[in-house]
């Protein structure tokens, strides 16, 4: 059975850089398009940054600029290179797949299949 696992998530300092990495085992995740999201206590799941199978990217306005969303190769992982980091960044981020879209989408409620999650935490 596939599964989609991400990893890299860690305590930063404000300011500081973090490197999500999302796999999914015997896929190539070129073929899907794959998001970021992430969900803070008490808060609803919100779209970071999404990437459709033709490289077509979007972002939330929280995090253009500072947040970069990029697969390398058919055969790599999905990443999320995440610079300035802020408190209000803090949150649990998982990374979502689905069959290509007619465009790449922030919306929860496109994607079908999730990972599990890795924390990020941001002090001040």
């Known amino acids: 059975q596939v599964q989609v696992v991400e990893s890299g998530g860690g305590l930063v300092q404000a300011g500081g850089s973090l490197r999500l990495s999302c796999t999914a085992s015997?896929?190539?995740?070129?073929?899907?398009?794959m998001g970021w999201f992430r969900q803070a206590p008490g808060k609803a799941r919100e779209g970071v940054a999404a990437?459709?199978?033709?490289?077509?990217?979007t972002y939330a306005a929280s995090v253009k600029g500072r947040f970069s969303i990029s697969k390398d190769g058919a055969e790599s992982p999905l990443y999320l290179q995440m610079n300035n980091l802020i408190p209000e960044d803090t949150a649990i981020y998982s990374c979502?797949?689905?069959?290509?879209?007619?465009?790449?989408?922030?919306?929860?409620?496109?994607?079908?299949?999730w990972g599990q999650g890795t924390q990020v935490t941001v002090s001040s």
């Open positions: 015997g896929l190539t995740l070129a073929d899907y398009a």
């Open positions: 979502a797949r689905t069959p290509a879209l007619l465009a790449p989408s922030l919306s929860p409620r496109s994607y079908w299949q």
């Open positions: 990437i459709n199978s033709d490289g077509r990217t």
